[in-house]
């Protein structure tokens, strides 16, 4: 159990250092407050809804996440609002591995 907490605190404090203590983008304000759940989920149906919370987010502001601002010279491309984007993905890359989800509900 102690494992699955502070992993859980590390995707939390990782997501707080992308997006700071005061983002200015909405989106990024309501993916933080998301993500200071993640510490309080308790049991397997909590889990689910903070998934289900998070899935609806992110459904919602997938194409502004990832926007991609390109150079007309060079070709080059990057993503737009990048600090919500490496946060977005490091929420989703980890979540996986660190919430106790049951394939069966």
């Given amino acids: 159990m102690q494992l699955f907490q502070r992993c859980l605190v590390?995707?939390?404090?990782?997501?707080k250092n992308y997006l700071s203590n005061a983002p200015q983008l909405d989106q990024a304000?309501?993916?933080l407050q998301l993500s200071l759940g993640i510490t309080k989920l308790k049991t397997i149906e909590e889990a689910h809804t903070w998934l289900a919370d998070f899935y609806k987010w992110y459904e919602l502001n997938k194409d502004f996440i990832n926007q991609k601002t390109i150079?007309?010279?060079?070709?080059?491309w990057w993503y737009t609002h990048q600090?919500?984007?490496?946060a977005c993905s490091h929420l989703i890359n980890a979540?996986?591995?660190?919430?106790?989800?049951s394939t069966t509900r």
Avoid: W
Avoid at 10 to 15: A, E, L, P, V, W
Avoid at 71 to 76: K, V
Avoid at 83 to 86: A, F, R, Y
């Fill in 29 to 31: 304000r309501q993916l």
């Fill in 10 to 15: 590390h995707i939390k404090r990782q997501i």
């Fill in 71 to 76: 150079n007309e010279e060079s070709q080059r």
């Fill in 83 to 86: 600090k919500l984007h490496m």
């Fill in 95 to 101: 979540v996986p591995t660190c919430l106790p989800i």
